[in-house]
């Protein structure tokens, strides 16, 4: 089964952009308009590490003190051990389980599994993201 994502569509204008851009070895999708900002990492399980406040400087998505540190977990990582910054996609479940045979893991099967970035969406604003889920089939 293929998990389809519309993280952002900022209907591109003169005031609502996007750029890719490197941090610390990985590609963020930065899109923005003028009142808001979300970065999103596709190959970190499309993690959204930063969502901001334009107007007001406010991010919200929490950070370590510290900074930001960013790396690669594998399937069967224990989730605690993550980056631990900003929101992951929690896909079939939050929790360890067993499902028709099937043992789930802890937040899911691809929230540590690189997403594919739709280029020809990019090129119109829009950030659509995807995985296969390899457990979770229906």
């Not at 952002?8 to 204008?13: A, E, I, L």
């Not at 910054?85 to 389980?97: H, K, S």
């Not at 929230?111 to 979770?136: C, H, M, Q, Y």
Request: glycine fraction near 8%.
């Amino acid at each position: 089964m293929v998990f389809n994502l519309t993280v952002f569509n900022p209907m591109k204008t003169p005031t609502n952009s996007f750029a890719v851009r490197q941090e610390q070895g990985f590609e963020v999708y930065v899109l923005n308009t003028k009142e808001v900002e979300v970065a999103v990492v596709p190959e970190l399980g499309a993690k959204i590490i930063s969502l901001k406040d334009l107007w007001t400087g406010r991010e919200w998505m929490w950070h370590p003190p510290g900074g930001l540190k960013l790396f690669r977990n594998r399937p069967g990582d224990d989730f605690s051990q993550s980056p631990l910054v900003g929101a992951d996609e929690c896909l079939p479940t939050i929790t360890p389980c067993s499902w028709q045979g099937r043992e789930l893991p802890d937040h899911g099967e691809v929230w540590n599994v690189p997403w594919k970035v739709d280029s020809e969406a990019l090129e119109n604003g829009i950030l659509k993201t995807s995985v296969r889920l390899e457990i979770f089939t229906v």
